[in-house]
């Protein structure tokens, strides 16, 4: 399938009843070109006949999760806390759920999100980028009279993080009730990816009904604590050290958590150790060291780690792969002034 037969595919699904000349308009190409993909897609298994009736291909991936804009304040050496400094500040789409979804749509996948948006220009511009990157957004709920997520952080000349304030309150109006309401993705989804944005009855409803599928991004040390229950259920976790230690309530070193969470259950336990790389469970505990970098921006890098993996697990990878394939996937984000390195395709990790 080709990049654009993708996007128009995912305007499909948001609207099975879109007309071509609606199609032609969005996507700024003629519409007898939107024919010839749709033509295309028909003829490849992806469109059953009239009415635009979407094949299953049991390929899709389900990202539950935040998404909103970052707002990113960037100090010069010389600065002074409890005064205005210099610097810059730029604004880019951000949110655990969505950077992962959209490194995996980057790397080919089929790939839906479902979070939860405010009715207003953040929401719009999170939308309507997210469908111009292929991200199938069918599953996204958007609310009146509420705001879109906003994180805004305070980094130093080389990126590192001072401070942040996230404003995610709106990820609360995805319920249990959405999730049945969309059973029939969710069953046929090969991966369904969450954070610890969602509610605990969320992560709970996901543990108990998906967790052999479930691969969980923890956050931060607060938001860790929602899988702790269900360690015996999730499929993949990718806690930082910190975040492991909360998660298994004891204060352990790398390679002893990694052993620890997955006689706890967890299959394949993944716990990110920054410029030292991973801890991960295959036979035993095992560590392998991250990929020479010149670090850019240390924003999504976790996101960008866990997209590989998923990415090795939809490929049928073996372990060391799969683990390699994260490595790569953090490296290029760490290359990127962005949360999401937009230069990324899928032959970068095969």
Do not use: W
């Not at 609207?15 to 993909?37: C, G, N, Y």
């Not at 949110?95 to 080919?108: C, M, T």
């Not at 004891?250 to 990694?258: A, G, I, R, T, Y």
């Amino acid at each position: 399938m080709t990049d654009r037969e993708r996007e128009l595919l995912n305007y499909i699904k948001e609207d099975p009843m879109i007309s071509q000349s609606e199609l032609a308009k969005r996507m700024k190409i003629t519409r007898s070109s939107v024919s010839v993909h749709i033509s295309n897609l028909m003829k490849k298994g992806y469109i059953k006949g009239k009415g635009y009736v979407v094949s299953e291909s049991g390929d899709d991936i389900v990202v539950i999760g935040g998404a909103n804009m970052d707002i990113t304040g960037i100090l010069t050496d010389q600065h002074h806390l409890g005064d205005s400094n210099p610097g810059k500040i730029t604004m880019s789409l951000g949110g655990v759920g969505r950077n992962i979804a959209e490194n995996l749509a980057h790397l080919g996948m089929n790939v839906y999100l479902m979070t939860a948006l405010g009715d207003d220009v953040y929401g719009h511009e999170i939308h309507e980028k997210s469908v111009a990157s292929n991200i199938n957004m069918s599953m996204t709920k958007i609310f009146g009279n509420q705001r879109t997520s906003v994180y805004m952080q305070l980094v130093d000349s080389k990126g590192n993080l001072n401070l942040a304030v996230s404003d995610m309150e709106i990820t609360d109006f995805i319920t249990v009730e959405d999730l049945i309401e969309q059973e029939k993705i969710l069953n046929r989804a090969k991966v369904i990816v969450t954070d610890g944005n969602m509610s605990s009855e969320v992560i709970e409803y996901l543990s108990e009904n998906y967790g052999y599928k479930l691969f969980f991004e923890p956050v931060s040390i607060t938001k860790a604590v929602k899988i702790k229950p269900y360690l015996n259920q999730v499929y993949c976790i990718t806690p930082n050290i910190a975040e492991a230690r909360v998660i298994y309530g004891h204060d352990l070193e790398d390679e002893q958590l990694v052993d620890q969470l997955y006689r706890k259950g967890v299959k394949m336990p993944v716990i990110t150790l920054g410029e030292k790389g991973i801890a991960y469970y295959e036979d035993r505990s095992r560590k392998k060291d991250a990929l020479p970098v010149e670090i850019l921006n240390v924003t999504g890098a976790g996101d960008a780690l866990m997209s590989g993996l998923v990415y090795g697990f939809m490929k049928n990878h073996t372990i060391e792969t799969t683990m390699e394939c994260g490595l790569k996937m953090a490296k290029l984000a760490l290359e990127s002034h962005q949360a999401v390195n937009r230069s990324i395709r899928q032959t970068e990790l095969d």
